[in-house]
């Protein structure tokens, strides 16, 4: 699992006082980097060397984040298929899960424009970041 802290900036807040549903795929989307990097580990976007594409997202909002206090972002793989894997990110503010949420991602060739099986060896290193939910 990675994780990573965030500070919620004043503009997160919407005008019920909460962080805004927006913020929170950006959060989980920076913390998805270094699952990327498994992948193309200079994160280089280039269509030579970039990989990756994603399908599906999700996400379930538990309970409410506010400003002033800094929030976990936790992530981790979730699910690996034959051309796609499954992320999994978690919200944590002040001890508690405040949001959840998955990225489904296909290993693409961006030059031949199609979906390609992951290779075995980099199955091998996202297995090293399964975790079950807490
Ligand atoms: C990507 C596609 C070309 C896939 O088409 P294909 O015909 O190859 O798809 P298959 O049916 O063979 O499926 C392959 C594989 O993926 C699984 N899958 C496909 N769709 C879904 C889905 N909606 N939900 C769940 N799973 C799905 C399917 O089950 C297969 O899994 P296996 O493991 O069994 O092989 C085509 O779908 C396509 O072109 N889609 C459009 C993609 C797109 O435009 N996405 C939005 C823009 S990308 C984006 O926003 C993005 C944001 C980021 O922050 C990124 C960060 C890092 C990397 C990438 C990012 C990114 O792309």
Known sequence: ?????V???FGDIDSLKHVTNTVVGDWFETGRNE???IFTPDLDTSYEKWKLI??????????QMYYGFD???RTFIDKIGTSSFTVG????QKGKLKSKGKAVIVHYDFIEQKSKPIPEEIKEKLRKHTCDEE
């Open 1 to 5: 699992m990675f994780k990573i802290t």
């Open 7 to 9: 500070t919620p900036r």
């Open 35 to 37: 699952i990327f990097r």
């Open 54 to 63: 994603m399908v599906r997202t999700e996400f379930d909002f538990i309970d």
């Open 71 to 73: 929030v976990e972002i």
């Open 89 to 92: 990110h978690e919200a944590w």
